[in-house]
Nanobody, 124 residues
Framework: QVQLVESGGGLVQAGGSLRLSCAAS????MGWFRQAPGKEREFVAA????????YYADSVKGRFTISRDNVKNTVYLQMNSLKPEDTANYSC?????????????????????WGQGTQVTVSS
């Protein structure tokens, strides 16, 4: 079973930056999702096992960057130019197998293991 631990959330003003980290007990395809109160869980970004392929939601493209350090088994989400609408609880998740080559990387059901989440609040 893969264990995930997120960190790096907090309160930031609009236009500011935060970097989220997700420490994993193994090396797998990883995604970041977010969920705001009263809304469905939303795909943010994903990265392949090797780190060579990344995916982004249109709403964060150009502002967020997903990356990984495979020595530390840690995936990062660098969030720049934050907006109040980015306020949500952010969770990382992994697929059942280390290598995922499907096209449903944006669906929560594709992932099996989830972290506990970290809150990001962007003030206007």
């Amino acid at each position: 079973q893969v264990q995930l631990v997120e960190s790096g959330g907090g309160l930031v003003q609009a236009g500011g930056s935060l970097r989220l980290s997700c420490a994993a007990s193994g090396r797998t395809f990883m995604g970041w999702f977010r969920q705001a109160p009263g809304k469905e869980r939303e795909f943010v970004a994903a990265i392949s096992w090797s780190g060579g392929t990344t995916y982004y939601a249109d709403s964060v493209k150009g502002r967020f960057t997903i990356s990984r350090d495979n020595v530390k088994n840690t995936v990062y989400l660098q969030m720049n130019s934050l907006k109040p609408e980015d306020t949500a609880n952010y969770s990382c998740a992994t697929t059942p197998s280390a290598i995922y080559t499907g096209s449903a990387y944006y669906r929560p059901a594709t992932y099996r293991y989830w972290g506990q989440g970290t809150q990001v609040t962007v003030s206007s």
